[in-house]
Every structure is written in structure tokens, then in C-alpha cells.
């Protein structure tokens, strides 16, 4: 996997780089405070080549908070995303949010970090859909639409490496081999993710905030996130069905899944706004 290069630079950060024999891509930059060090990181395997694409697997401040510095180190990186992320790269409020999570990520980390940028950096170059292809030259991106965690959700596929590079919708893996879930906006539509992701015929899963799975983390990847999936869909309809308060239930879900792991990746402010998301969006029916 010469090709392909893990330039994640902090646990909760993302920047997962691949080099064709033409041009040359980064699935999501990841946060801001870190953006330097993955650009370094980034310029290190470039080796003076230029950066010509940034593919977004979605639009959350922790996978895109870098990309006003991406584009002023690479002013000609062109900008992939779906018609959805597209959209939501153009409004006010996550343009605003994306900034204030960046800002508050800096000083929980005791960075020090110039966030003077225009909002109007936030924007899409090229719109992909479902089985869209962009060459790399020797090397391909295949877009796989996969909402769940968000609607703008993206997969992609490198048929030449068996690679397959996942979002969120499936669930995040942590350290100690469990399953965070985090469907946001469908759980059915996560399930249809899962299920459409594990036809792909992977040989290599990349997985969010990770990198390259070990062999024994990829074997089973999809069974798990699918059980994960359905037991936080069940343990949310039990407690609509004894007729709990939000309160309760958001008590309830941090006891359940917010570990002292899970927290190292997340803040337990964006936890809680995940998990209200992840309550509202599960019905009933």
C-alpha cells in the first residue's frame, strides 16, 4: 500500500492521503488546530508533488475544520463532495458551527492557531454521485453513497488496491475493539450503508480517525457495526416505549456508551448533540 498514506495527526483529527501516477487526493483534512502538522505530514509524502483533490466523506467540522488551510497551501485543490454536502458547505450555520467547534477543539488542546479565514473557502469544486469515478492515473476513486451518519455521507473505493475508505455511518471502531454507533439522520439508512459497503470486494478497510485496519479489526467489521447498529436502534425504541424524558434517555445513552475512550475522541458536548440526534432520528415504527 506504497501509495496510500496515513497523515492523521490527532485521535479525533482525519487525513488519509493517496498518490496516483497523475494526480493525488486526501480523504477529509481533519481538524484545524492540527492542520499544520498534517499538512506537513502531507507535504512530507508529496514529495513537491501538488495536491489536486480533497474528497470529504462528510461535512463535519472535525473531518473538514483544516480546509481553508488545505486550499491556501494548495490554492488549486479542487474540493469532491456529494450534491448534499455541496449544499451544506454554502450555509450559514455549519459554516459558523464548523468555525466555533474548531475554535473550542484548539483550546481544549492548548493550541495556539490563527482561525482567520474567509467562511467563503467552504465550497464544493466537483459533485459526486453514486458509482462516480475520478482517475488518479494507475489508481481510481469510486463513490459510494452512504447515508446514516449524515445525509452527505460518502464511501469510497480504490479498485486497484482493494481499498475501501469508510465514513461514519457504519460506526466508529475504537482502541479496545468495540463499536461506537453514530447514525444521526437514519437508521435505516445506515443499515442499507452497511449492507451496501460490505459487497464491495475489499481486500483493505480504512477505517475513520484510524487509518488502515489490522487484519483482525477488518474480519467482521460490517457483522459488528451492524449489531452495534440494531442494539442501539433497540435500546433507544425501549426506552421511547416506556415513555422516558429526553433527559432520561440522554442520561441513560451517556452511561451506555460514553467511556473514557469514546471521550478521547469526542467531547462530551458534541457527544450529547450526537446523541439527542441519534434519539430524535430513531422511530418508533
Request: aromatic letters at 10%; one cysteine or more; glycine letters at 6%.
Amino acid at each position: 500500500m506504497h501509495r496510500y498514506f496515513n497523515c492523521i495527526m490527532h485521535n479525533s483529527s482525519e487525513g488519509q492521503l493517496l498518490i496516483g501516477e497523475e494526480k493525488t487526493a486526501i480523504f477529509d483534512c481533519g481538524m484545524a488546530f492540527c492542520a499544520q502538522e498534517t499538512i506537513q505530514s502531507v507535504q512530507n509524502a508529496l514529495a513537491g508533488r501538488p495536491l489536486d483533490y480533497i474528497f470529504l466523506t462528510h461535512t463535519h467540522y472535525d473531518h473538514i475544520g483544516a480546509l481553508p488551510f488545505f486550499i491556501k497551501t494548495w490554492p488549486n485543490a479542487r474540493v469532491v463532495t456529494s450534491q448534499a454536502g455541496a449544499a451544506v458547505l454554502l450555509k450559514d450555520t455549519p459554516r459558523r458551527v464548523i468555525r466555533e467547534l474548531s475554535v473550542n477543539a484548539a483550546k481544549r488542546e492548548g493550541a495556539a492557531f490563527d482561525f482567520v479565514y474567509s467562511d467563503d473557502v467552504f465550497k464544493a469544486d466537483i459533485i459526486v454521485s453514486e458509482d462516480s469515478s475520478i482517475s488518479l492515473g494507475g489508481l481510481s476513486v469510486t463513490v459510494l453513497e452512504t447515508p446514516g451518519h449524515t445525509r452527505d455521507s460518502l464511501c469510497f473505493f480504490i479498485p486497484e488496491l482493494e481499498l475501501l475508505i469508510l465514513n461514519e455511518t457504519p460506526g466508529v471502531l475504537m482502541p479496545d475493539g468495540s463499536m461506537y454507533p453514530c447514525y444521526l439522520t437514519s437508521y435505516s439508512d445506515t443499515i442499507n450503508s452497511i449492507q451496501k459497503c460490505r459487497r464491495i470486494p475489499y481486500k483493505f478497510l480504512a477505517l475513520p480517525h484510524r487509518g488502515i485496519a489490522e487484519q483482525e479489526d477488518a474480519d467482521g467489521y460490517f457483522d459488528k457495526a451492524f449489531s452495534a447498529n440494531r442494539d442501539c436502534h433497540d435500546f433507544i425504541i425501549n426506552m421511547k416505549n416506556k415513555n422516558y424524558s429526553e433527559d432520561k434517555m440522554l442520561d441513560l445513552f451517556y452511561q451506555k456508551y460514553g467511556s473514557e475512550i469514546l471521550l478521547k475522541y469526542q467531547p462530551k458536548e458534541a457527544f450529547i448533540a450526537n446523541a439527542r440526534a441519534t434519539i430524535a432520528c430513531t422511530k418508533m415504527n
